[in-house]
């Protein structure tokens, strides 16, 4: 195992806690809402991998589903999403993984849903492809996974020092020194294969900031268990 990866790795989910209990993502995403509002009749129980704050969770509830699960790396977040929920009455299960167990040992049920929004790129490959063989250990045959990753045609690509194939260490000032993990589509597609997960549709989102300068692309794939 490339130990510069590890090392950058435990760093990244350091600068993530901080970001995102500062309140950076404070609104949910608007393809992700709509996804969940067109299966809340299908979706009884669903699971927010990298929850954060609970943008996501108070989303889900107020689209009326049932069981709504959080996990995330850090606990400091995971007490604003606590207090998010309990100002909004939100019946949710809140837990902190920092990988010391499978998700399986924390979720019994078989679930309906895997939300995996804004993680995969903040996880290096040996990382990632676990993860995604867990989301497969807990889904219902059928089940489905939802999740966007970083395109390659995104500013982030490249910007940075490469210290395994497709993972850079971010120079960028907003971004500096956290990994990021781009691969491409064939990469991602060998991920789904080994986790046992067929991808049903590939989608995408783009869009510019600081006057069309930095370029935000990503692929958005769903794809259920086998």
Not at 10 to 15: D, G, K, M, R
Not at 165 to 171: A, N, R
């Amino acid at each position: 195992m490339n130990q510069e990866v590890i090392k950058a790795q435990e760093y990244a989910y350091e600068l993530w806690g901080k970001h995102v209990s500062s309140g950076m993502l404070l609104y949910p995403n608007e393809y992700l809402t709509r996804y969940i509002y067109a299966n809340r009749k299908k979706f009884k129980s669903v699971l927010d991998f990298g929850c954060g704050d609970g943008r996501h969770l108070e989303m889900m509830a107020r689209a009326g589903l049932e069981h709504i699960i959080g996990v995330d790396y850090n606990h400091s977040v995971l007490d604003v999403a606590q207090q998010r929920c309990q100002k909004y009455n939100i019946k949710c299960e809140l837990y902190q993984n920092n990988q010391n167990k499978k998700l399986n040992e924390l979720i019994k049920d078989e679930l309906d849903c895997v939300i995996c929004w804004g993680i995969t790129l903040a996880n290096a490959h040996y990382v990632t492809s676990d993860i995604f063989k867990q989301f497969a250990s807990v889904l219902k045959p059928g089940g489905k996974v939802i999740a966007n990753w970083r395109a390659q045609d995104d500013s982030l690509y490249g910007d940075g020092k490469e210290i395994e194939k497709d993972t850079f260490i971010i120079e960028r000032q907003s971004h500096k020194g956290m990994l990021y993990y781009i691969p491409n589509l064939d990469d991602i597609k060998a991920i789904y294969k080994d986790a046992g997960l067929e991808i049903i549709s590939i989608d995408s989102e783009k869009f510019t900031n600081n006057n069309g300068k930095i370029i935000n692309s990503w692929h958005i794939i769903e794809a259920k268990k086998i």
